[in-house]
């Protein structure tokens, strides 16, 4: 089994490489991509991001089952291993709360002596099971139309980025975009023409939007969503401007429309808020940027309007 990018899947091995664990492992890096981290307790979430893997397998070796489970438990706070399967090799009878083990989320434990043939087929299991997770929850999150992230996905991600800011005092933007004329142009050309074109400005949008954290989404039949962590309201001006420009430059043919080019263009609202430690609802930032979009679309098309959320509005909760 291999992952999306044809790569071997790379699994974590946390503990003491020594004799009983040298011919198993010997093994496992034959068929997968094997990181090292021979001391379990200098994992933490400050260096988690150097260990990013598919599978965490866990040597305990200390008898009983003293730091195991606090252990595990700082494994699952970082994001990233929240769903990874963590396996742990381990005498028999090593004192062991197993229920306990299970519980804190592990996901299976192999006894030592390692027997090899079982033991591999349980780590190819684990994997696979994680493989097709994941399909399905992408499967799940992606705009059937477009292949980009959908509304929901993109409500799960600006909660999370929301919460982010507020810890680090950052600023969170939104781009709305939305297309002109796209009624008259599906009139004229027909859906499937609609379809193609909303793939291929997906597709640019995606050549500009391209940081790690950086996001977007189809919000609305024409309508996309770019989110933007940590980019205050000038940057996100300029990297709105990048994706009007971007849409203006693919030259998709639409005969109806009024904006002088015959092409397909995109009016734009920008928002961009600073949520306070106390409170703050990431609701307040779709709401300004759809003002923003609305502002820009009063004024025209084919161009931007830009809003900053003032601190009142960061401040409290309240409904949509």
């Not at 005969?255 to 430690?277: D, H, M, Q, S, Y």
Request: with cysteine.
């Amino acid at each position: 089994m291999k992952r999306r990018d044809e790569t071997p899947p790379v699994l974590l091995f946390l503990g003491l490489e020594d004799e009983t664990m040298q011919p198993f492992l010997e093994s496992v890096r034959e068929v997968y991509q094997v990181k090292v981290l021979q001391d379990a307790a200098e994992f933490c979430p400050e260096t988690a991001g150097a260990y990013r893997a598919d599978l965490v397998l866990m040597h305990h070796e200390d008898g009983g089952g003293t730091g195991l489970l606090e252990r595990v438990q700082q494994i699952r706070s970082v994001n990233h291993f929240l769903d990874i399967p963590i396996l742990v090799v381990t005498a028999r009878g090593d004192g062991v709360d197993y229920t306990a083990l299970f519980e804190s989320g592990i996901r299976d434990v192999i006894e030592k002596p390692v027997i090899i043939p079982p033991a591999m087929a349980r780590l190819r299991t684990h994997l696979e099971l994680l493989f097709f997770r994941r399909l399905l929850q992408e499967e799940t999150n992606l705009d059937a139309v477009t292949g980009v992230m959908n509304r929901h996905t993109l409500d799960d991600h600006l909660r999370r980025e929301w919460s982010r800011a507020r810890r680090n005092r950052k600023p969170v933007s939104l781009v709305f975009i939305c297309l002109d004329y796209f009624e008259s142009f599906g009139a004229l050309y027909g859906r499937q023409p609609m379809a193609d074109c909303l793939r291929l400005v997906a597709a640019g949008l995606q050549t500009i939007v391209k940081r790690p954290a950086d996001f977007v989404a189809r919000y609305e039949e024409n309508t996309f969503v770019t989110l933007l962590p940590e980019t205050d309201a000038e940057a996100a001006c300029q990297i709105a401007e990048a994706l009007r420009r971007k849409i203006e430059a693919l030259e998709i043919d639409n005969r109806n429309a009024k904006t002088g080019t015959g092409t397909i263009t995109a009016t734009l609202g920008v928002a961009t808020g600073i949520p306070r430690e106390d409170g703050g609802d990431a609701r307040k930032l779709v709401q300004l940027g759809r003002q923003a979009l609305a502002e820009a679309q009063s004024l025209g098309s084919n161009c931007i309007a830009s809003f900053i959320m003032p601190k009142d509005h960061a401040e409290t909760d309240s409904e949509p």
